[in-house]
């Protein structure tokens, strides 16, 4: 999937699911926000209705008088003809009836209940006690949709409490303006996650249309074409990766350019190298005298150290393009071991040199870089070893790492040094020899790196250790 599409889904599941619970949340709320708002207006009504029947009032008795009985009655049969927010409202739906303050009903907007006793309704009964008093109850206990809201308010004389007045809603009379404000709230949801899609595919598009530039870009970068960086108005994280882009483009031009001025450098040194050694050998051959004999013997020297180094220099570019390894084998150290002595042997001879093996015999690596690592350093630890002394190698597995140790009795390397050692072209003399080249243990972090591990070289009491993990 595109990164236009991952972003459009993501965007729109998020907004998704936002607006699900928001629409979920909202009409949850819609239908007690609705009641509570009735209610409200219900209770400030029977205010309003108390004090007008406390106008009538004989003494400390609540009477409901002809014309108060009268207006009610014409109040309930009135035909309003409201249009409330598209909604029409054609008759009265409110139910009032009052009650002396034993709780006997005195009058009934209905006509169905007085004289009966309502005292242990909670409107009426919590009102007698100086409460406030409201009740939801159902005409039929079957139908959800049939519960009517009473909120009720006592009628005082002169502050004693002679009646109540209570006024009933019912909430099919309320229930149009709660599935209108559903409907409208539905509605403008549909329209808000419409809207929001519209904008995720529009951001999507521009998106998906600079990181299209970036990657055309990067592309003709890959297949070796030199394209104008592409240009972006805002200044954010696409722009900033463009200029990195270009940035990388360049340092690896010119590392290329360097890469194979060295390599070509190095091929062509080569061949005039070998004819300079081959002639002074031959020249060593046939020269008696000791002066001519010790220039000649220099030249084929020096000409064999140059060689060495052309080789160590390839063998470092070659393993700075590699980007992975070849898959790994089981490489038996003794194996390697072996054959470094066998080549070495004159020189451990000189030194009276001996090497040991200990610790893991076998190690899962790739074998050739392996091999490159392993004798660069022991080539290293034989320059600086006191004759006489022992080389040990370890192969060694800690914690899902592995790896190799080389230790030599030796002299320490010097504190200044120790974080350079691995520098390009960076050595130190060792007694009696002379300075290297200084490229053998930048290759062999080089390659501990590839195999996804490091090098440390460090002191110890009588000499020096190198650690290799390989991964």
């Known amino acids: 999937m595109k ?21 979920d949340l909202v009409l949850d709320e819609a239908q007690p926000l609705v009641r ?30 002809p014309a108060l009985r009268s207006a009610l009655r014409r109040y309930a049969q009135r035909l309003p003809g409201a249009n409330i927010w ?12 009052i009650t002396s303050a034993d709780g006997i009903v005195l009058f009934d907007s209905r006509g169905e209940n007085e004289g009966k006793d309502f005292s242990r309704w909670n409107d009426v009964h919590l009102t007698l006690q100086g409460k406030y008093g409201a009740r939801t109850t159902r005409t039929d206990p079957n139908d959800p949709a049939s519960s009517v809201l009473y909120v009720a308010a006592p009628v005082r004389h002169q502050g004693t409490l002679i009646g109540v007045v209570t006024l009933g809603k019912p909430g099919a009379a309320i229930e149009p303006f709660i599935e209108q404000a559903e409907q409208r709230l539905i509605r403008y949801g549909w329209q808000a996650l419409v ?46 990766l463009a200029d990195a882009v270009t940035a990388m483009r360049r340092r690896l031009e010119e590392r290329a350019r360097l890469e194979n001025h060295i390599t070509m450098l190095t091929h062509e040194m080569k061949s005039p190298l070998a004819a300079i050694r081959g002639a002074g050998e031959i020249l060593a051959e046939e020269v ?15 000409s064999q150290r140059l060689s060495d180094l052309l080789d ?38 000189e030194k009276r040199l001996s090497v040991a093996l200990s610790g893991e015999p076998v190690l899962r690596v790739e074998p050739d870089t392996t091999r490159l690592a392993l004798f660069n350093l022991l080539d290293n630890a034989l320059r600086f070893a006191e004759p006489g002394s022992t080389i040990d190698v370890d192969g060694w597995r800690e914690g899902g790492q592995q790896g190799i140790d080389v230790s030599n009795r030796g002299p320490c390397i010097p504190d200044y040094a120790l974080a350079r050692v691995t520098e390009r072209f960076y050595s130190l003399p060792a ?41």
């Not at 990164?3 to 629409?23: A, D, K, N, R």
């Not at 409200?40 to 008088?65: K, S, Y």
């Not at 008696?288 to 020096?302: F, K, Q, W």
């Not at 080089?446 to 190198?466: K, P, Q, S, T």
Request: contains cysteine; charged residues 25%; negative net charge.
């Open 3 to 23: 990164l236009s599409g991952q972003f459009l889904l993501i965007f729109f599941l998020i907004m998704g699911l936002v607006s699900w619970f928001t629409m």
């Open 431 to 471: 007694p009696g020899e002379e300075k290297s080249s200084g490229l053998g243990l930048a290759m062999v972090e080089e390659i501990g790196e590839l195999h996804g591990g490091w090098l440390r070289v460090e002191n110890l009491d009588l000499g020096v250790r190198v650690r290799l993990c390989l991964g």
């Open 312 to 349: 160590r220099m390839l063998a470092l570019a070659r393993l700075e393009k590699l980007e992975s390894l070849p898959p790994r084998e089981p490489q038996r150290l003794a194996a390697l071991l072996a054959e470094w002595q066998l080549s070495r042997q004159v020189l451990l001879d």
């Open 86 to 97: 598209g909604l029409s409202k054609n008759r009265i739906d409110t139910h009032i009836y």
């Open 288 to 302: 008696s005298e000791p002066a001519l004999s010790r220039l000649t013997g220099n030249v084929v020297h020096e």
């Open 195 to 240: 809207a929001c899609l519209l904008l995720g595919i529009g951001l999507a598009w521009w998106i998906s249309h600079r990181v299209g530039r970036l990657r055309g870009y990067a592309l003709a970068v890959a297949d070796g074409r030199r394209p104008s960086p592409p240009r972006f108005r805002v200044h954010d994280e696409i722009r900033e």
């Open 36 to 65: 509570q708002s009735a209610e409200e207006t219900l209770v400030d009504a029977a205010n309003l209705l108390a004090e007008v029947i406390a106008m009538d009032t004989r003494g400390d008795e609540l009477v409901v008088t």
